[in-house]
């Protein structure tokens, strides 16, 4: 079974610099398992503690805060090929401080974290990319921080647009609705379309759906910089 994911996983960047074959002998002495989810399904609640280590092989994960009063709000969004519950899994006091949602079938790939250590001890090329991606992870937050201490819903969406993981593309797809897209901002789903028809209106993005097309990328980083 491991051996079927071998494939796909070389689209990851953990094992970037690594071939199927080469790929296929590491899971195969490694303490992992593969997990399948449906829509909305309930991944890790808050407070549960892990273990292992999380490769999303298909569909995507939404991380949520769900706050006492009922509301909740979504924090991060993980696509296919992204790692997850790594800061958890090695963390000293391992348990999830948000709730983590299954968005349409998903398929994960757990490693344990023993395993995980036994493979950067023996592989330079595979410990350097974990410590790509934690550093990267880094950044997200500060990132996140960033954009949660502006006020303005436009500030937001240009930032959204120009740093997030599919920014680089002058067209691209939304991974997720509007709704999500406003929980990810922290600003309500009626302000973020005002904003939105707005920058369609001066001409700095075009938005048809979840797809979506930045005609002035300088217009995007003229907002911020105001």
Known sequence: MKKKYSDFSVSCYLFSGKTAEEIDSILEKTDCFVKRYVSGESVFNSED???????????????????????GYTIFHRKSGDLFGGGVAFSRNPSFPCDIYSQGETEILYINKKSVYEILCKDSVIAENLISLFSKEVLVFERKLELFSTSSI??????SLLYDDYAV????????SKTEWAELLNVSRPSLCREIKKLHECGIIEMDGKNIRIIDRS???KIISE
């Open 49 to 71: 503690s892990t273990e292992y280590f999380g490769i999303i092989l298909k569909g995507s994960l939404n991380v949520k805060k769900n706050l006492e009063s009922g509301r």
């Open 154 to 159: 436009r500030k937001k969406i240009a930032f």
């Open 169 to 176: 593309l002058e067209k691209f797809r939304l991974p997720y």
């Open 219 to 221: 217009g995007l980083e």
